[in-house]
């Protein structure tokens, strides 16, 4: 696998950011295209929109893992063995209010 670079984050930012442009061709055909949109078509389009940033988002998020080599990008040993320490010591936490209801 490819190490992820800066510019491979910034190209998923840029891309999330295309969101805006997409945007702003639905209120422009919905205020001033050559015909009425109903209102399903406006919600259809609005929808399709949202599901494209979604997948935009977490393109953009899983990129930021990758680069910064988080969750299960994590190879550095003492990092896991930081995060396993960690965990532990939460779920005794958790354990120990459990008790007390």
């Not at 205020?31 to 406006?42: C, K, L, N, S, V």
């Not at 949202?50 to 040993?77: A, N, S, V, W």
């Not at 003492?78 to 779920?91: G, H, N, P, V, Y």
Request: proline share 2%; with cysteine.
């Amino acid at each position: 696998m490819n190490k992820t670079t800066e510019f491979d984050l910034e190209t998923a930012i840029m891309t999330v950011w295309a969101t805006c442009d997409d945007l702003k061709l639905f209120a422009e055909a919905y205020y001033d295209g050559p015909r009425e949109m109903t209102i399903d078509e406006a919600f259809g389009h609005i929808d399709g929109i949202r599901g494209l940033l979604e997948l935009r988002m977490e393109k953009l998020y899983d990129t930021y893992k990758r680069k910064f080599e988080i969750d299960q990008y994590c190879t550095d040993p003492k990092k896991l063995a930081a995060r396993e320490q960690w965990m532990s010591a939460i779920l005794k936490t958790e354990k120990k209010k459990g008790k007390k209801k």
